[in-house]
Every structure is written in C-alpha cells, then in structure tokens.
C-alpha cells in the first residue's frame, strides 16, 4: 500500500499499528501472542515483518536487544496483556540498565476494563515506569502512529534505551483513518548531540597538562559507534585506554596502549593504572560500582573528564572537573581535533610503567591436568578458532568475565552480554536475535550451565526457525560466581549452589530433544574436535557441553566494597607495585 493511499484509507488500529512498523523499517519482532493483542496478529500474518514466535516473552525482550546491538537498529518484541507483559520485565530492566533501544509492545485489556482487574489486567506502564526510558497507553487507534513513530525516536535518540507502548484491544480494534505523521510531538524532549567548545577546550588543557592520562572507555562509545574517532584521539595523545565490559572490543585488546578491563575482575594493569591516574578522561561510561570498588578510594590523585551524552551521569558518582555533555563521537572528534594543534607532554614514563604492569600481570589461568578442563583454556579456544570477525554473546557470572578476558576483543560490536543487571539467561535469547540480524555471521553464545537452563528452550525457537547459532556451555555443575564468594566470604560454606548438572538434565539430550546437535567435551584432546564439529554445522543450532573444574576462579579481583588497591591476583595474593611511577 502507498503511503498516499494509506493516508485516505480507513485502518483497524492493528493494520495501523503494522503499518507504522513497516513505515518505521521493522524487518524482524519477536513475540507471543495472546487475548488482548491478538487483534495486532491478524495483520502480522500477511505484512512483511517476519515475526519469531518465540517460547517465552523474555526471550523476546533479549532477542530484541541481541538484534539491536549487533545492527545498531531498533529491536522490537510483542506480548499480550497481563504475564506476557510481565514476562518482559527483566529484559526491559536489562535494556534499560545497558542503554540498548527497543521497542515492547503490549497489549492492554480494553480501555473501558482498565483499573477493574479484568482478566489479564497488569498495569504493565506503571511496572516499567523506572525501568524504561519512556512508556506509553494508547486507548485510540487514531494516536497508535504517533505514538509508535514517538517510541522509536526515543529509544534510539539520546542515550537509548527501552520504549514500551501499551495498546487497549479496543484501540487495536477500532477503524480510524491512518495518517502517518510528519514529525514526532515530544515538547521538552531535545536530547544533547554536540558538546560545548569552552568544555572540550578545557578538557583539552587537561589533557595536555597530565602526566599519567588514562582513557576510561564504556558503552557510550560502542553506542555511539565513535571507534574511528577513538583510535585517532589514542593515535594524537598516546592515552593508555581501558575498556569496560560493555565497551570490550571498541578499541583492539592487541593495541598495546590498551590495559584491557577495568574493575573488580578487571587487570592489574587498568586497575593499577587507574588508582595512579592523575586525569581520568571518561567517555560514555558511568564510574559503576563494579568499576570503582570503594569510591572513595577510587583513582584518587585523578581529575575527571566525565563526557556523556546523558547529563544524569555526570557527577552521579564521581564529581566531574570538566563535564562535557553531548554525543561521544563528536566529543572524541572535538577533543581530537583540538588536541592535534597542541603540543603535548611527554608520557614516555607513564608508558613504560603501565606497560611493565601489563607485561607482568596479563590474566592468566592454571592448567588442569586429566578429565576435566580448565574453562578459560576452553573459552580461550573457541575465541582463537572462530576468529575476531565471530559475535560472541555471554550468560552472567565466571564465564562471562573470561570470556571476556580471553575472546579476541579486536572489532567492536562483536560482544554482547549483559553488563549493568547481569541478567541470567540473557545468552541464548540474546545470541538468537543477533544471529536473526547477522544469518551470515559465526554467532556463538559462551553460558553457563546455571544461566542455560533461565532460557535454554529458546534453542527450539532457533531450530524451528533456521537459526543456527551454536552455544558452548561452560559446565563446572555449580553457580560458580556465587560459589566464588562462597568460597572466599563464607569459608566455603556452599549454601545452595551446587546444581548437580552432573546428574541433571543431560545436556545433550536436551539439546537433541530440542532440534539442535549435542556435543560434549571433557578432555583437552577434544576441545579443538568439537569447536570444529560445531563450527561445520550450519542447517541447525549446536550445543556443546564442556565439563570444567568447579573450583576455577575469576581471577583477578577486587572484593565488593574495597578499594580498588586492595586488587588480589590470586588467593591472598596481591600484585607486587614495587616500581615507581617514572
Ligand atoms: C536472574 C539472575 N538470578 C541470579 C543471579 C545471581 N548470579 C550471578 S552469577 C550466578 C551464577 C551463574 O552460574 P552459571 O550460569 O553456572 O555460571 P558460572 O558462574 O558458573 O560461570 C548467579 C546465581 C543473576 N545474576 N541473575
């Protein structure tokens, strides 16, 4: 239908709600149907949006944010009334808390039942109110383009984030005249783009006066996509970089100015780094716990730089000398821009003492000897034979922090995982969405037995619907992170943490009775054997269990609430920082 004959014909709210998504160039939504947004379904089944019938709405909410961050478009989920809704809430928290834009829409018990506790009633708007960026109840068919056009301008304009637009049935259900508007109707809503000259020119005279700089790189960045603009502002100033877990991979790990990840499992060499910094250059990242340790102890000879295209963050934890606020790409393009025409110190000593921590102190592992193997040898081997080119999405907890200390993080937008809720069961969901996005792209998810079983049946919907990602879990038959603390905290009292995976379920039945291949690995010899065989497979999903020690741990660590000096290696073990600072 042309827009000119779309304008003068007469639309049931649902062929307007498709229509504007189709207007809006949605290609893919993940959804389950049910009473009150079943009117939008009719539609559905004819438009040319192809919608994943999914097995669970939280599924859908990670397989629209699995979309949206390896493309950079908008990700969209569908869910009735009620528990469907409900059911989206803890990927809307997850998509709220790592800045990712989707789009939910939900339906909503008719407009005249609401507030009745009718059947299926949830005030899903009040439920999602702190957790999305923005939320909407349309009860007129007549405001569902508008509405959506809105929804998706704000989820992708500023910091993005989650939109949810809830639509009464009766709203779906009514005729009313579609007409498309030209321009969204947001008064008040005028996110920042560019940053302000004095700001960028003060932050500038920081820069060239500091001697011991480091670039403190997080997600804003990979959402801002400003990786060319980064590379150059290092290529000018010669700034050590660390890169937080949501920006792993914005700035290639194999440069050697980049100490790697900072924070509680972070290296010795960004922490340590960090705690001498006399000037902290923060760019779209928020100075998070997991980041800062203690705060107050936390890079306390530094001064700030705090960019962010979001005016909330800056002074949130840390007091900011120089707030700049705008968008981190043309903030890395001013700074460099100006930085090129100044003269700068020299840092020679600065370099030689990061780089002496980094040579000393890269994160390692201890090999394990017989039926059993060690994780990060596994994680390390999947990374090195499938290539930085591979989109690697990880579950929560020890796998996920080796595998982001040992995939290759060299390309951005190749890492997805679920950094700021730390949401179990974001692996698989979220691996499928970018698979759906990325058909021709190695797609493999890295999880843990614990967080597998959150959102493992989501495996069908990829075998149902030609979606051959492969997913390695990394079993040690236990909540590992939490056993972790267990064992370090509570004299290794472990209280409800063993999930005897040994025992149940069987894995690769599990992923036989689910349409995908089983695979499983104990010994080192076959590790390369089946990382091969699941690579070779493409007309199916791939599951392959490999069976780690339960006692590995994340190494290195910052315990919750310490300061960030107190870093440990290993066990009672901290980093020798004999050297000076030159
Ligand atoms: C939904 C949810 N519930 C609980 C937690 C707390 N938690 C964090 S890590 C973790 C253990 C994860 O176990 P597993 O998936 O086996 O991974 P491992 O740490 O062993 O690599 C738990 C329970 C969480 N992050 N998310």
């Excluded at 940053?195 to 020119?201: F, H």
């Excluded at 950094?419 to 692996?427: E, L, R």
């Amino acid at each position: 239908m042309s827009a000119d004959q779309q304008a003068s014909t007469e639309l049931t709210g649902a062929q307007a709600m498709v229509a504007s998504l189709e207007k809006l160039g949605v290609e893919v939504a993940f959804g389950i149907p049910g009473g009150a947004i079943l009117p939008a379904y009719d539609p559905i089944y004819d438009s040319k949006i192809r919608h994943i019938l999914v097995r669970h709405e939280q599924g859908a909410g990670h397989a629209a944010e699995g979309y949206a961050l390896s493309t950079g478009k908008i990700g969209v989920c569908i869910a009735t009334s009620g528990p469907g809704a409900t059911n989206l809430v803890t990927s809307l928290a997850n998509a709220y808390m790592d800045s990712v834009p989707i789009v939910a829409i939900t339906g909503q018990v008719n407009s005249s039942s609401i507030g009745t506790d009718a059947f299926q009633e949830a005030d899903i708007r009040g439920i999602t109110m702190p957790i999305t960026k923005h939320n909407f109840l349309v009860t007129k068919a007549a405001d569902i383009p508008q509405a959506l056009k809105s929804a998706f301008h704000i989820a992708s304009t500023g910091r993005p984030g989650p939109v949810l637009v809830d639509i009464a049935k009766d709203a779906l259900a009514e005729v009313t005249k579609f007409v498309w508007p030209d321009e969204v109707d947001l008064p008040g809503y005028k996110p920042p783009r560019k940053p302000n000259q004095r700001q960028i020119k003060s932050a500038a005279k920081l820069i060239a006066e500091a001697s011991r700089p480091v670039l403190y790189v997080g997600g804003g960045v990979v959402k801002a996509k400003a990786y060319e603009e980064l590379a150059r502002l290092v290529e000018i100033t010669k700034i050590p970089v660390v890169t937080t877990l949501m920006a792993r991979g914005s700035f290639p790990d194999s440069h050697e100015l980049n100490l790697g990840m900072p924070g509680m499992h972070g290296t010795v060499a960004a922490v340590g780094a960090i705690q001498r910094s006399d000037l902290l250059i923060a760019i779209g990242s928020r100075f998070d716990d997991r980041v800062t340790g203690k705060l107050d102890s936390f890079a306390p000879h530094a001064k700030v730089i705090h960019a962010d295209i979001d005016p909330a963050e800056i002074g949130k934890n840390r007091v900011a000398d120089v707030p700049i606020v705008g968008d981190c790409k043309l903030t890395l393009r001013a700074l460099g821009n100006l930085l090129n025409d100044m003269e700068l110190p020299d840092i020679s000593g600065w370099h030689h003492f990061v780089g002496n921590i980094k040579k000393q102190y890269p994160p390692k592992w201890e090999e394990e000897d017989g039926e059993i193997l060690s994780p990060q040898q596994v994680i390390r081997r999947i990374g090195e034979l499938s290539g930085p080119d591979t989109i690697f999405v990880s579950g929560v907890g020890q796998h996920q922090m080796w595998s982001s200390h040992f995939l290759p993080m060299e390309k951005p937008d190749k890492w997805l995982n679920s950094g700021g809720a730390g949401t179990m069961g974001y692996c698989v969901p979220a691996a499928m969405g970018a698979k759906v996005a990325n058909p021709d792209t190695l797609v493999w998810g890295i999880d843990g037995d614990g967080c597998f079983q959150m959102t493992s049946q989501e495996l069908v919907t990829c075998a149902l619907n030609d979606i051959p990602i492969k997913i390695a879990i990394i079993n040690n038959n236990v909540l590992g992170m939490v056993r972790q603390w267990q064992t370090l905290f509570y004299e290794s009292r472990y209280s409800n943490t063993n999930l005897h995976t040994d025992r149940l379920p069987d894995f690769v039945k599990l992923a036989e009775a689910m349409g995908c291949v089983g695979l499983r690995a104990s010994r080192s010899e076959e590790v390369d054997e089946v990382i091969n065989q699941a690579m070779a497979i493409n007309d199916r999903p791939v599951v392959v269990e490999f069976l780690v020690n339960k006692d590995a741990m994340v190494w290195p660590m910052v315990q919750a609430g310490t300061s960030n000096d107190d870093i440990q290696i290993a066990r009672d073990i901290a980093p020798n920082w004999e050297e000076e600072v030159l």
